[in-house]
């Protein structure tokens, strides 16, 4: 019983996470920089910029944001509030 506890919270979890938490302060800001009405382009951009990256924890930081945008859908996506913090 408590296996199948487990496998519904972890499905229901992926289903219905709640996406204003899904990125970090700091992750959001990169998606900020990058932002697009696609997806796709702003991972695309962000590997592009990957390589001209010097900074070990900017770098971290961006594979992680690429990581989890390749992680959710396009309506997922479209549904993000993304504002860059002041």
Same mark, same amino acid.
């Given at each position: 019983?408590?296996?199948? !506890?487990?496998?519904?919270?972890? &499905?229901?979890? &992926?289903?219905? !996470? #709640?996406? #204003? #938490?899904?990125?970090?302060?700091?992750?959001?800001?990169?998606?900020?920089?990058?932002? %697009? =009405? %696609? !997806?796709?382009?702003?991972?695309?951009?962000?590997?592009?910029?990957?390589?001209?990256?010097? =900074?070990?924890?900017?770098?971290?930081?961006?594979?992680?944001?690429?990581?989890?945008?390749? %992680?959710?859908? =396009?309506?997922?996506?479209? &549904?993000?509030?993304?504002?860059?913090?002041?």
């Amino acid at each position: 019983m408590l296996k199948s !506890r487990i496998r519904l919270k972890k &499905r229901t979890g &992926r289903r219905y !996470r #709640n996406m #204003n #938490n899904l990125f970090t302060v700091e992750e959001t800001n990169l998606i900020c920089i990058f932002q %697009s =009405d %696609s !997806r796709a382009k702003v991972i695309e951009d962000i590997h592009k910029a990957m390589k001209h990256i010097d =900074d070990d924890e900017l770098l971290e930081l961006s594979v992680r944001v690429a990581g989890k945008l390749e %992680s959710i859908g =396009d309506e997922e996506y479209a &549904r993000l509030v993304l504002e860059a913090a002041k």
